[in-house]
């Protein structure tokens, strides 16, 4: 392990009965999330029920796979605005190969619908990690950029529902198993499998801990020799492949895919990934609390929906301040936790912390350089 994980790694060593800081805003959203529900069940004539459930459990797989994407850019310091146009150019040329080929399965595809994502984020992760652009410049580009293709492509005419093999319409229908009256349907499950497939690998592989690395601290994660470029370039290349798949998802859920398809997504990703805990500042954040991020967004969305006195620019205004909100909260959470973990490594001590790599490796009594 490196230095630098080790020195990001040591002052939770020393404590390990404290609840991790990302396990501390999963549980409060959660509890924001109950609590959401249960105030729209007082206002609302029979809320809590299976129909809902499994309305809100079908909505969110594409923003919850998005938010996981997105979660792994944010979490390298970095940001992707064009996942949106992504899936929309996903779901328009998978509609179109399904169309033209009747004898692809899901997992065909899914397969394909991953690949056009990867390749359309592998040129985003060329340009950021290796160009040294900034990804907001970057994506905000490629956001217009893949849409604009898109609508060339198209010419303007539509993938509709008729020209799809049966199983695409009846997937986002396919119940796995029931519980009572919640039916846990295909879709959701895939998404829960990607979501928590990812979690593992970033808390269990190396991979996973570097992007954290890199994230925290890219000056230190240059000098103790990770591969940061490359590791920023996969991290966009995943979020286009989950991007494609979501795409895929969009067009088993809607059907009929236009040269505007996908439009907006981007802000509700950005949404879900910060209000769900991932740090907008790097280094800190979890695909569960991305998905959780992702269930809060579309449980008020589709609640307000039955609250007629809550006019649609409300409803659109609720993403922005979700945002502003998160990122406040984080800002001041990260503050407080950095203060905490420095006493608390001065106590443990008994003096002041070495406050660069070099200082620790020659507490240890190690070499010196980086």
């Known amino acids: 392990m490196s230095d630098l994980l080790e020195v990001q790694t040591s002052t939770k060593a020393k404590h390990p009965r404290r609840m991790k800081p990302e396990r501390i805003k999963e549980l409060t959203l959660l509890g924001i999330i109950v609590a959401s529900v249960l105030v729209f069940s007082l206002v609302i004539d029979n809320y809590l029920n299976g129909r809902f459930f499994n309305r809100v459990t079908t909505s969110l797989v594409i923003v919850g796979i998005l938010a996981a994407g997105q979660a792994m850019v944010i979490i390298t310091r970095n940001i992707d605005l064009s996942v949106g146009s992504i899936a929309g150019v996903a779901a328009y040329l998978t509609g179109s190969f399904l169309g033209a080929n009747e004898w692809a399965n899901p997992v065909v595809a899914i397969a394909v619908a991953m690949l056009v994502g990867a390749v359309l984020g592998s040129f985003n992760g060329l340009l950021v990690a290796y160009g040294k652009v900034p990804a907001i410049i970057v994506t905000l580009g490629t956001l217009a950029l893949y849409r604009t293709m898109l609508s060339m492509y198209s010419g303007g005419v539509n993938i509709t529902a008729d ?63 990770l591969p940061e ?3 920023v370039f996969w991290a966009f290349v995943g979020s286009g492949a989950l991007a494609g798949l979501a795409g895929f998802m969009f067009l088993a859920r809607i059907g009929t895919i236009s040269a505007t398809a996908g439009a907006g997504l981007e802000l509700e990703s950005v949404a879900a990934a910060v209000v769900g805990g991932v740090s907008i500042f790097g280094g800190s954040g979890t695909m569960i609390g991305a998905l959780l991020g992702a269930t809060l967004i579309e449980t008020l969305e589709l609640s307000l929906v039955r609250v007629p006195q809550v006019s649609e620019f409300w409803r659109d205004a609720l993403l922005g301040i979700l945002i502003l909100g998160a990122v406040l909260l984080d800002f001041t959470f990260q503050k407080r936790l950095q203060r905490r973990w420095t006493a608390a490594a001065k106590t443990d001590s008994g003096g002041p912390v070495a406050t660069t790599i070099g200082e620790r490796r020659r507490e240890a009594g190690g070499d010196s350089d980086a």
């Open 163 to 225: 020209s799809l093999p049966d199983w695409v319409l009846k997937l986002n229908q396919v119940t796995v198993f029931s519980i009572g009256g919640l039916d846990f349907r295909l879709v959701f499950l895939i998404a829960l499998l990607t979501v928590f497939g990812l979690q593992w690998a970033l808390s269990k592989l190396r991979w996973g801990r570097r992007l954290y690395a890199i994230g925290s601290n890219p000056e230190a994660a240059k000098q103790t020799g």
């Open 229 to 231: 470029q490359r590791l």
